[in-house]
């Protein structure tokens, strides 16, 4: 079955400093790949996916990410933190064969000032 | 347009009651998902509408059950609740197609004692 990890389910950076969240996943057929942002006691945004285009993916607030076949990867960064980013951000896939997206355990964003 | 929108936001249920939840999918979408979001946890698939029919399923008992209406909105029934329902539930509501984006609600929140 199609499985997303997320490595780290804290993360802490300061202000201004490089954001990067990892996301890997597990698929023989290249997905389609996407990552949400949760606020408190609210619904998932998304920031950015991948569907077999560019291979860096720009999203809004200024983040990207890059998908990485060799690695089964698609990490999510952001040059410059901001307090505003601090949330819960999820990376999730729809396999090549399905029709659902399956969700990481999700990483916790602390900025700090 | 108007985004996803889900009843009630909160609520409390006693177990072995029945509980049912609404969402009212985006301007122009024909497509509904159901989630389930347990605390400190990604959301997991519950099932997915396309023009009024179960168009998947996931890892869900039978008492986890839905509809769609032919205006596109949905309903999640949740039979003979268990403590281990207390959720976030979500919907997300997309126009079709495996690449496009979900749009989700904010969620309503199931609190069975």
């Known amino acids: 079955a199609q499985s997303v990890t997320q490595l780290g389910s804290h993360v802490s950076v300061s202000e201004g400093a490089l954001v990067l969240l990892r996301c890997n996943y597990s698929?023989?057929?290249?997905?389609?790949l996407f990552w949400y942002v949760q606020y408190p006691n609210q619904g998932l945004q998304l920031l950015l996916k991948y569907t077999s285009a560019a291979t860096l993916v720009k999203g809004i607030n200024g983040f990207e990410a890059e998908f990485k076949k060799s690695e089964t990867s698609f990490h999510l960064t952001k040059p410059s933190a901001h307090m505003s980013d601090a949330a819960e951000y999820f990376c999730a896939v729809i396999p090549g064969d399905g029709n659902k997206l399956v969700f990481g355990a999700g990483t916790i964003l602390r900025v700090k000032s | 347009e108007t985004g996803v929108t889900q009843s009630p936001t909160h609520l409390i249920k006693t177990r072995g009651q029945q509980v049912t939840l609404r969402c009212s999918s985006q301007s122009g979408h024909n497509t509904v998902s159901w989630y389930q979001q347990a605390l400190g946890q990604g959301p997991q698939f519950i099932f997915q509408y396309y023009r009024e029919e179960e168009n998947g399923r996931g890892n869900f008992p039978p008492r986890f059950s839905g509809l769609q209406f032919p205006n596109y909105s949905s309903e999640l029934n949740v039979n003979a609740l268990e403590l281990d329902d207390s959720a976030l539930y979500l919907c997300?509501?997309?126009?079709?197609?495996?690449?496009?984006?979900?749009?989700f609600g904010q969620g309503t929140r199931l609190t069975v004692v």
């Open positions: 698929s023989s057929v290249p997905p389609y």
């Open positions: 997300a509501s997309s126009p079709g197609g495996r690449d496009t984006e979900a749009f």
